[in-house]
């Protein structure tokens, strides 16, 4: 049975909580908060605290907690030589203090407030300093069904970095195919099939290989189009152009 | 029972014929395309032809051409007063010859040549320029089971518009994405399950409600980080600079 006492009460938290909480090896015997607030409707389910100092030892802490609170928060814990991870994907894990045994569980997903997540969807990448840590959250990442990936820093980095494109950035172009729509009084809704049959297709084809339309084809009427119609939003259009020139450059259509 | 000619070999006019040769009301009586090795495969299914001047007649014909070829080849047709459609999103209806009753078959889908294709996936947008011929459409739509929408011509163009920012653009992205997590060894795979999950969320939420991360946070470390990353790769760095502002003025973040 590993033992873990989580602190923080955000999205990750919350997820991480819920999914320890129904594993079989895991037990969570506290959940820490410096607000009390929002883990009060757990308050049946596990020991709940606001408090450091009434910290229970366990095999694991997990650090959920905002990007800039994680070195502060881990130098505050009273005690030294336990294992202490964060959460976050694009920060170092000599940022804990060095006090403690350290390690990174970055789970690699969009995590939003009442979305159940199934981890078996929730790639986890992790890093300890010291190897000797690594077979414990190795097994704590595995009783809750993800797929687990040991990565270093510099790896872990470039995988938060991409995870802003992929989903944050595709989201606003989601958005802008939103506004785009509402101004000649389409229906976005007709867009969310050809949505999500491009994110499938990915799964068995290179986005490489998954490329078509204009600007790949370098069909230059359609493009001046479509130049035309964005004349209005200078900063859409700036979009436009850039990725036109980006698919251009990963294709060698450009000089056609 | 509605008989069609199919003219075009690409991959749209296959996996039209494919899915108006299972349809229970649609008869394909004849396959057209100025090349007949693309459809010999098909020469026991379906009469096939070179020539316009063996067209045979047809309740309707589908000049699933490319958008450069449609009014040259809907003005060699030799008849006229029949209904002529394209299936092109960009292209107006008038570029139709006006000898034709003349309306548009958008499906707004992306195609590929090897990948199935489910027609209840593929919202198809309608247009006729006589509002007669609209009930032929729509039955030959609903025939393969496609959601139908009624659009005007400006209405498709914005929907042909958006579909490149939510399908040329966002693979674009995951292309870099790609690159990126290669530059430092990391795995692509381990976003696959966040690009999935990112394509579905926008089926119940807006892109509006569902835009997370450092950008929408105006996380300023985060950001700097980041462009610390891409100081190699300046066009990379200047899509994420454009898409950062674009989200940050979306969500009013800019000034905080």
Chains 1, 2 share one sequence.
Not at 50 to 79: C, H, Q, R, T
Not at 97 to 116: A, C, E, I, M, W
Request: aromatic residues 8%; charged residues 25%; proline residues 3%.
């Amino acid at each position: 049975m590993i033992s873990v006492v989580i602190l923080g009460a955000g999205n990750v938290a919350t997820h991480l909580f819920k999914a320890f909480d129904k594993a079989e090896n895991i037990t969570v015997i506290q959940w820490y908060n410096r607000n009390l607030d929002s883990l009060n409707q757990y308050i049946n389910s596990v020991d709940i605290t606001d408090d450091l100092n009434n910290l229970k030892e366990a095999d694991v802490y997990i650090l959920a907690v905002s990007d800039d609170a994680i070195g502060n928060l881990s130098s505050e814990l009273p005690f030294e030589n336990r294992l202490v991870v964060h959460t976050s994907g694009s920060v170092g894990v000599y940022d804990l203090d060095k006090k403690h045994k350290r390690g990174v569980l970055y789970p690699l997903q969009t995590f939003s407030k009442n979305v159940k997540i199934d981890f078996a969807n929730v790639p986890i990448c992790i890093e300890t300093i010291d190897k000797k840590n690594y077979p414990l959250l190795k097994k704590l990442t595995k009783s809750i069904g993800s797929p687990i990936k040991r990565v270093n820093s510099d790896q872990r980095k470039v995988l938060h970095l991409a995870a802003v494109f992929v989903n944050n950035f595709t989201n606003q172009l989601y958005r802008i195919g939103h506004e785009i729509t509402e101004s000649e009084g389409a229906e976005f809704d007709l867009l969310k099939p050809l949505i999500v049959e491009t994110a499938k297709k990915i799964i068995d084809t290179s986005p490489f290989m998954a490329q078509t339309g204009p600007a790949k084809r370098n069909d230059k009427k359609t493009i001046k189009k479509h130049l035309k119609l964005l004349e209005n939003n200078q900063q859409h259009k700036a979009i436009y152009e850039l990725l036109t020139t980006s698919i251009q450059r990963t294709h060698g259509t450009k000089k056609l």
